[in-house]
């Protein structure tokens, strides 16, 4: 599908360092400001959940359903993407990423269901990220080091929820708390270093917020926190909610939006 084309950054074997570690407690509070009283004791709680719909040129062609959960030991958050009925050429594939509670990657596993059987697996290991891939379970893994930090986002092709974690994670170092609300100084960028496991590339991509904004969103208009999300491959336009919930994102070069059912 097209739009997979658009969040391929292909870079050399080994890429940058990046420039912090976040706090996913940080994450947690942000969300907890905006959302309904959460039980601080409980030992596993869902943070978001629920499905995106994947349309080009009008037209919807997939469907990503999501899980974000945490617990005492970070959070936990699983995808999966399927391509509907009208498409002609089907694909179905799932993730998941699992983060510890300073927010650093502890391990991210990604299978193709369909067609093929694929399938990745990228742990830290010391001062780098290794990834393990094969073309089916049963063929022989190879293996591919970056030089990376256990602090880099994963940004994989087809799964929209990591963009979510992203612009939490920049909520969480670009933006202040004041009077119980979140203040975001606009058309500051920040930047994070990411890794596509999906393309074995890693890339540099910046976060910026350019304001509230009013968006049509299933016919009905919302008033939407606006970030843009900007890299060498292209823009994409994020739109989330007062509870900083991911609610649409835009990519203009590929004619493509992605909307929260």
């Not at 869902?46 to 040129?57: K, P, Y």
């Not at 590339?201 to 304001?211: A, N």
């Not at 994409?236 to 991911?246: A, G, H, S, T, V």
Request: aromatic share 10%.
């Amino acid at each position: 599908m097209q739009f997979r084309n658009h969040l391929t950054g292909r870079r050399g074997r080994f890429g940058f360092r990046s420039t912090g570690v976040f706090s996913l407690m940080g994450i947690v509070a942000v969300l907890a400001l905006f959302s309904a009283a959460k039980d601080k004791d409980s030992a596993d709680k869902g943070v978001d959940s629920g499905s995106f719909g994947v349309f080009q040129n009008g037209h919807r062609v997939a469907t990503e359903t999501f899980s974000i959960r945490q617990n005492a030991g970070g959070s936990v958050a699983t995808s999966q993407f399927k391509t509907d009925d009208n498409v002609q050429e089907k694909a179905e594939q799932s993730s998941e990423l699992q983060l510890t509670e300073k927010g650093e990657l502890r391990r991210y596993e990604w299978k193709e269901l369909i067609p093929g059987k694929a399938e990745a697996v990228v742990v830290p290991n010391e001062d780098f990220l290794m990834e393990r891939y094969g073309d089916n379970p049963q063929a022989k893994q190879r293996e591919q080091p970056f030089l990376l930090p256990a602090s880099t986002s994963i940004l994989d092709d087809y799964f929209f929820i990591q963009r979510e974690i992203l612009a939490w994670k920049y909520l969480a170092t670009g933006c202040r708390q004041q009077n119980g609300q979140i203040q975001c100084p606009d058309k500051q960028r920040v930047q994070f270093g990411t890794l596509n496991p999906h393309a074995r590339s890693s890339m540099q991509v910046s976060v910026e917020f350019s304001g509230k904004e009013k968006v049509s969103i299933h016919g009905t208009e919302r008033e939407l926190n606006r970030l843009t999300l900007q890299s060498e491959a292209g823009v994409w336009e994020m739109w989330l909610d007062d509870q900083f919930k991911l609610v649409k994102i835009l990519v203009r070069d590929d004619n493509t939006e992605v909307v929260r059912d």
